[in-house]
């Protein structure tokens, strides 16, 4: 694998369910992102991660909760989530945190029922 | 508080034709400008990265400018391709206290007709 994968590309939810995103970076980036897209809006960033640490959480609600592991590894854990969340979910990775160039993945389609 | 502005939001042209899509920003000290391509539900696409030194980047078919003291960069396709239809986003760094991030614009949705 190359590049930015995440998995899984589509998820279906209830309000009530539980769940995770999962992205994996191959490049070697110490950065990584969580951003959110909905139609007829920018892209919204939710979070940063940089060596591990989170370095930006823009006002996200509490039931998104972000995880890094490591520099590779990014998961979004998901809870009581509200039809309006239903959006695509885009993980992204650079070298540094400011500044440079962002690689994304393909995205994960969120519908919550 | 930095905006990023696209114009067109849409275009249709015929194949072969050579195009221009728009980027405005507000606040001129940005750090650099990023061009991606987004291909429908799919994932964003690096194509150009301007630093706020540079005045222009160019990629094969591609050549974004940068003017930042008018707050502009255009994106220019020459002799464009049906490949090439998709949705164009530009993107710009800030470089200081709350700019300090990618601040986007809704993009420019691209079809290049046969």
């Known amino acids: 694998e190359t590049g930015v994968t995440q998995t899984p590309r589509h998820l279906v939810m209830g309000m009530t369910n539980k769940k995770s995103l999962k992205c994996e970076q191959h490049l070697g980036h110490n950065a990584m992102y969580w951003y959110k897209q909905s139609a007829k809006k920018p892209l919204e960033l939710m979070f940063v991660y940089s060596l591990e640490e989170r370095v930006e959480n823009n006002s996200v609600p509490s039931r998104f909760s972000p995880e890094c592991p490591n520099s590779s590894h990014l998961f979004l854990h998901l809870h009581t989530l509200q039809p309006e969340d239903s959006a695509l979910y885009l993980c992204?990775?650079?070298?540094?945190?400011?500044?440079?160039?962002?690689?994304f993945g393909p995205g994960t389609r969120l519908t919550v029922t | 508080k930095q905006e990023v502005t696209q114009i067109p939001a849409a275009l249709s042209v015929p194949e072969g034709e050579n195009l221009v899509l728009n980027c405005s920003f507000t606040d001129s000290a940005i750090y650099n400008l990023q061009w991606f391509r987004q291909d429908p539900g799919k994932g964003l696409t690096s194509l150009l990265l301007?630093?706020?030194s540079q005045r222009e980047q160019t990629s094969g078919r591609l050549n974004a400018s940068l003017d930042k003291s008018s707050g502009r960069s255009t994106l220019y396709i020459a002799a464009s391709q049906p490949g090439d239809s998709a949705t164009y986003l530009c993107?710009?760094?800030?470089?200081?206290?709350?700019?300090?991030?990618?601040?986007w614009g809704l993009g420019t949705s691209l079809a290049v007709n046969p």
């Open positions: 993107a710009v760094w800030g470089n200081a206290g709350n700019n300090r991030k990618l601040i």
């Open positions: 992204a990775s650079s070298q540094v945190w400011t500044g440079e160039e962002q690689y």
């Open positions: 301007i630093q706020s």
